[in-house]
């Protein structure tokens, strides 16, 4: 309502005593396109009925979620795979039209892990790129390449030992660790190049450089690995920091021994 410049909010309401009274409903006038009025017990029926007070919908359809909570250490992932038969057992019994999905954290899980592979080829293709830009060489980029697997070794006996799943939050780790053990490949490459570039023969480039770098990528590597520890302790991040640590410790000792090695193959170097 409007009185000169006020505005007055009105709020009409019926009687309290017609709130309950549902026979009321049927006599209530309903205005039709012709401008005639019918009241609503001439267009409609009246019945008591049950009805759920709230109506969750998934994907804009009416769904009934079943909810719960892994107990101790046991991994969303594990109940799943655990509970597939009798879950498949059960879809088939479902009438058509409706189905079984799985939501929380597994399906938040699957996501993470379909974005991370689309960005796949864009990855190795940087990676590459930079790799190039700091070696100058395809053959030697490739060669530091090939030492990022070897962290998968620790990464599965660090896993095992503190009881972590395997999931996207490890996984995450393992990306980062790759980075990790090939920076340390791409420091020693590039000291046997300089040593190379310096008058040193290969054989004696390749021993030399090993030996000297030896304690700056242990030393960098034992950093990365203890500053790990207060994320081990975390519930969300304890699969990266094992992840991170168990990997990072035996790839920096296999790197030291293979890739001196695989570099003298890679590039038929021999004693002289």
């Known amino acids: 309502f409007r009185e000169n410049d006020l505005l007055i909010d009105v709020v009409l309401r019926t009687p309290r005593s017609e709130h309950r009274d549902v026979d009321a ?28 007070g709230v109506i969750w919908r998934r994907d804009r359809l009416p769904t009934i979620a ?25 879809q088939a019994q ?54 990022a697997p070897l962290g998968i ?8 030992v503190s009881s972590q799943p395997m999931g996207f939050v490890a996984l995450l780790g393992i990306i980062s660790l790759s980075g990790m053990i090939m920076r340390n490949s791409v420091i020693l490459v590039d000291q046997i190049q ?44 304890g699969p990266m920091a094992f992840a991170v640590m168990g990997g990072l410790v035996a790839a920096t000792f296999l790197t030291l021994f293979f890739l001196p090695a695989l570099y003298a193959a890679w590039f038929r170097v021999k004693n002289e």
């Open 25 to 52: 409903l049927k006599s209530l006038p309903i205005g039709s396109f012709n401008g005639q009025s019918v009241t609503l017990g001439q267009i409609a029926s009246f019945a008591p009925v049950f009805e759920d």
């Open 66 to 90: 079943v909810r719960g909570d892994p107990v101790g250490k046991i991994q969303p992932d594990t109940i799943i795979a655990a509970l597939a038969p009798q879950v498949t057992q059960f």
């Open 94 to 147: 479902l009438p058509p039209g409706f189905r079984l999905e799985v939501g929380g954290p597994v399906e938040s899980s699957a996501k993470a892990n379909a974005a991370i592979g689309a960005s796949w080829p864009l990855i190795v293709i940087t990676t590459l790129s930079l790799l190039m830009l700091q070696l100058g060489s395809f053959s030697r980029s490739v060669l530091v390449v090939l030492t």
């Open 153 to 160: 070794i620790g990464v599965a006996i660090a896993l095992l």
């Open 194 to 237: 300089q040593d190379i570039a310096r008058g040193l023969s290969q054989w004696n480039a390749i021993i030399e450089s090993t030996v000297r770098r030896m304690r700056p990528i242990s030393l960098t590597a034992a950093a990365a690995a203890l500053a790990m520890i207060p994320l081990s302790r975390s519930i969300f991040w």
